[in-house]
């Protein structure tokens, strides 16, 4: 168990709906990392928050959108789905801001768009 | 444009043997990581290198920075069936602070 906790684990929506996926990081964790993995691609890196201010952006869609509340537990949301946004997603978190790396991650959410 | 890129993509291989998996890119990174990933979980953290030159041994497992901190190798000796996985290199990039993965290596070992 990494300490990283996210919900829900699956997901099924039809295209065009908008959904919200949560990460709780690991305790004393300010760093929270998002990631995209379509079905046996790597990992697409799309936000990084520290302490609840965006860090870095990577190629992340105007559609999603993401933000770090004041207790540290982060949500991304995505709307207007389309059939590609089907993947896993994934939520790291790490105690420095970014350069040691050394992230843990949670379970992933799957989800499923039909 | 992907900074990392990992080589070879697939690996097949028998109980016992070898292996040496890359990772390279023409940046500098200030540390790098290796994850492995079962499927349909997150990355499970390995180890970290900070120092050009640095090696780090995790039992089987032998790390190793490049001198000029722009690629990593992986060697696994005696491969044993519970080695399957992808393994993924992982850093950030001098000056900045996007968190990026490596294109995978996907590891089977043969029983």
């Known amino acids: 168990d990494s300490g990283v906790t996210q919900t829900p684990k699956h997901l099924i929506t039809a295209t065009g709906q908008r959904v919200t996926l949560r990460c709780s990081p690991r305790?004393?964790?300010?760093?929270v990392y998002w990631y995209q993995q379509s079905l046996d691609q790597g990992l697409q890196f799309l936000i990084h928050?520290?302490?609840?201010?965006?860090?870095a952006k990577g190629n992340i869609l105007e559609r999603f959108s993401a933000q770090q509340f004041p207790d540290l537990h982060s949500e991304l949301n995505l709307s207007s789905l389309e059939l590609g946004d089907s993947a896993l997603y994934f939520c790291?978190?790490?105690?420095?801001?970014?350069?040691?790396?050394?992230?843990?991650f949670g379970q992933g959410t799957r989800l499923t768009v039909v | 444009t992907q900074l990392l890129e990992q080589s070879p993509q697939f690996l097949s291989i028998q109980e016992g043997e070898n292996l040496t998996v890359y990772c390279n890119s023409s940046?500098?990174?200030?540390?790098l990581q290796w994850y492995r990933q079962e499927p349909g979980e997150g990355p499970v953290l390995l180890v970290t290198?900070?120092?050009?030159?640095e090696v780090k041994k995790l039992k089987r497992l032998t790390f190793q920075f490049g001198d000029a901190r722009k690629d990593s190798s992986l060697h696994i000796t005696a491969a044993q069936p519970g080695d399957t996985g992808l393994y993924l290199c992982?850093?950030?990039?001098?000056?900045?602070?996007?968190?990026?993965f490596g294109t995978g290596t996907r590891l089977k070992v043969l029983a």
């Open positions: 790291a978190s790490s105690v420095e801001g970014g350069r040691r790396g050394e992230a843990f």
């Open positions: 928050y520290y302490n609840g201010e965006e860090r």
């Open positions: 992982a850093g950030a990039t001098s000056g900045t602070y996007k968190y990026i």
């Open positions: 940046s500098v990174f200030s540390s």
């Open positions: 305790s004393g964790d300010l760093s």
């Open positions: 290198v900070v120092t050009g030159g």
